[in-house]
């Protein structure tokens, strides 16, 4: 699925479709891209396309609230955004010029927010994305953190949801119960129920099945793998089987 994003990235005719600042982001690296002639360009909006772009996009935001890139983050953006060394040359004109328009990325954000409004799990697959980038030089910065914080608020998330988000990737005083969003006095038999609701909603299959790129199916593997260690050491602490 990936690979054929890329290819649909570079038709300026596929931003006109999309339109908002992700679409004039896309018409901005057409011709650097290979073109993905198979499909019509005009059809439905691609929310592959959508996803991963606002993903490089605010991810190229938040490089720049923070001022420096370091290699560790680098490296994390590879991990959760995939391409193939023939294309990385064009994602990183993509990152570039995110990086560099006048776009906030408020605006991002909200185009994000209102294509995917009948979907937060996958507004919750791009802050976990933020997230594992942000956190890769070892700390969350705290121009980093404002900036996750205003972008979650922008896609939704209530001060509680943006704790629970980040309690999967930094250590919270009421983690690992932040992570199951349950409180510290929950009972056994709500620690095993939340558990179970939690991983099947996570699964990366679902993430597959929904058709969705292999960005999301990445971020929702991370996602699952924090929810079972959470609950391992609720467990452990608790003695549960």
Known sequence: MTAGIWGKLGGAGLGLA?????GALIGGVAGHFLVDREGAPFGPTPRDVVFTTGLVALA???????????????????RVVTVTDAERPGVVRLF??????????EAYARQLATTFRDEPAL?????????????????????????????AEIL??????F???????????????AV???????????????HRVLVSESHPDRAIARGLPQEAVAI????????????????????LR
Do not use: W
């Open 18 to 22: 999309i339109g908002g600042p992700l």
């Open 60 to 78: 190229a935001k938040m490089a720049k609230s923070d001022g420096v890139v370091t290699p560790s983050e680098v490296e994390a953006f590879g």
């Open 96 to 105: 570039d010029l995110a990086k560099s328009t006048t776009a906030g990325y």
């Open 123 to 151: 507004l919750e697959d791009v802050l976990d994305g933020l997230f594992h980038i942000a956190k890769a030089d070892g700390a969350i910065h705290e121009a980093e953190e404002r900036y996750l914080r205003s972008v």
């Open 156 to 161: 939704g998330f209530d001060d509680a949801g």
């Open 163 to 177: 704790r629970r988000i980040a309690a999967r990737h930094v250590r919270l005083a009421d983690d690992p119960y």
């Open 180 to 194: 199951l969003c349950l409180e510290r006095d929950a009972s056994d038999a709500e620690i095993k129920a939340r």
């Open 220 to 239: 929702a593997t991370g996602r699952l793998a924090a929810i079972n260690a959470a609950y391992d050491r609720i467990a452990q602490e608790r003695g």
